[in-house]
């Protein structure tokens, strides 16, 4: 075959190679969910003043102007039960035109996790749009953060510290379970709606120990710390590529749980209760919020969500408006957003066996 006859027909296959693209681009856009008109109404399962209702917030006008159509995207807080219940509720929709969606978070996703007897929602039922990292930090009055000795927690053993506390199986096991392995008497509050409930406790002296995630951090007690009324005691730190605790890439200053632990006399890095931790703690925060698309979604309308979370990501302004509002952490679509999703609905059966049987012991809750 003569070069000129190879050149020409590498050409036309090209041509077509080309077309065929087009045309699966065309097709794809076709099937792309026209919302002109519509209203999306976004679930929170928990109280507007918390780090979910600012990460909703954060993206509600940014989604609204990203998908076709560009619908009007309201949140609508649904608390209870430590989040079960706006979690139930989503359960039982099944999908018409993609105008709900849900918001879950850790405190959604560990009652998951333990079996929990009020958990009627399964998350393999859900269809994951974005899923976002996130951090968390803890803090103490300034007298009481003066008591530590550096990252050396010891001298706060002694003091009896009040906690504002979501419920025993939710995310708030992560700090509690800290304080405890640190030697601290923490008593929990229970029942609050949210996290930002807690820290409404704090500044009116009803409580003398907070945690926010990084978003509520960022927003609701940097204020507070640049008026030398709350002072940073730990993040729970990040991963890095090899799974080992580093510092939150958010709050490079602060020391991790980690380094504290190392520096508190009776604190252990390494055995059960440090396995369990973790394993929770990963579950809770590199996967802390995620989207979903109810039961029965189409592939149309995950492709439409997905690809508006796509575009949001894609802004030449999203690094520095995400990073102020939500913090530095990664924000997942598509293959890593399901990845994500399996890591946070899952943990070892030795870390939940470790932590069924502490709740038992801590608090009488009973999960067997």
Known sequence: ??????????????????????????????HAMDMAGKTVEWIIPFSE???????????????????????????????????????????????EDGTTIFGSSGSTQFPFLLGDPRVKYDYADWNVVLASGTGGVAYL????????????????????????????TRLDLVPTLAWEMLGLNVESVMGIKGRGDGRLMFERGEANIDYQTSSSYLSGVT?????????????WGALDDDGNIVRDPTFPDIPTFKEVCEATEGCETSGEKWDAWKAFFIAGFPAQKMVFLPNGASDAAIATFTDAFEAIKARPDFVEISENRLGKYPQMTGPAAQKALESGTSVSPEAKEFVVNWLQEKYGVSLN
Do not use: C, H
């Open 141 to 168: 009055p300034p007298e009481l953060a003066a008591q530590m000795d550096g990252m050396d927690a010891s001298a706060l053993q002694d003091v009896d510290f009040i906690y504002g506390n979501q419920g025993a």
């Open 223 to 235: 204020p507070l710390v640049e008026a030398g009324t709350a002072v940073p005691m730990m993040t």
């Open 49 to 95: 003043t918390g780090g979910s209702a600012k990460w909703a917030n954060f993206y509600a006008p940014l989604l609204s102007e990203a998908l076709p159509g560009q619908p009007t995207v309201v949140v609508k807080f649904m608390p209870g039960a430590g989040s079960t219940k706006g979690a139930n509720f989503f359960q039982d929709q099944q999908f």
């Open 1 to 30: 075959m003569s070069t000129l006859k190879t050149t020409r027909r590498v050409a036309v296959g090209l041509v077509a190679a080309a077309a065929a693209t087009f045309s699966l681009q065309a097709q794809a856009e076709s």
